[in-house]
């Protein structure tokens, strides 16, 4: 079993995102979109304002710069830069979200594999167990006929 590790991502903007280990220990499925639903959110939540926040520095430095064309020009490839630097981030993000819960989810399917197989084991023991007694019945009462 691989240990838990937690993430940290730093973009341009010194913006820092957590993304926290997934509970691959639970043994519900539920919890497990839950969590990956819940990763998504809050990614998308916050790089959702980061935009909003580059967008309006933009918005406010196009009304202070009047008709200077160049200015103008700057300013908008700017804020176009940055937009794809936050949605090329947001793209990271949420790349590795999923690689985590694919990960969980193959160590989940692991857990199963391996609980299934050792339930099956245990079946086989227990039906072993019952025709050695069952044998050693008709054995005993061969032996108290004869």
Not at 37 to 58: D, F, H, M, N, P
Not at 104 to 111: C, D, K, L, M, V
């Amino acid at each position: 079993m691989r240990p838990e590790r937690n993430r940290t991502f730093s973009s341009d903007s010194g913006c820092d995102v957590q993304c926290d280990s997934l509970d691959i220990h639970s043994n519900s499925l539920e919890s497990l979109v839950r969590s990956w639903e819940g990763r998504l959110g809050e990614v998308v939540r916050q790089e959702v304002k980061r935009a909003g926040e580059i967008t309006g520095w933009a918005t406010k430095a196009l009304k202070h710069c009047g008709q200077e064309d160049d200015r103008r020009e700057r300013i908008l490839a700017r804020w176009r830069r940055q937009m794809e630097g936050v949605l090329d981030f947001t793209n990271d993000l949420v790349e590795c979200i999923n690689n985590d819960t694919k990960e969980a989810i193959i160590e989940i399917a692991e857990r199963s594999s391996e609980l299934d197989t050792s339930l099956i084991m245990e079946e086989l023991e227990e039906e072993e167990e019952e025709e050695e007694g069952e044998e050693l019945m008709q054995l005993f009462i061969l032996s108290s006929k004869g």
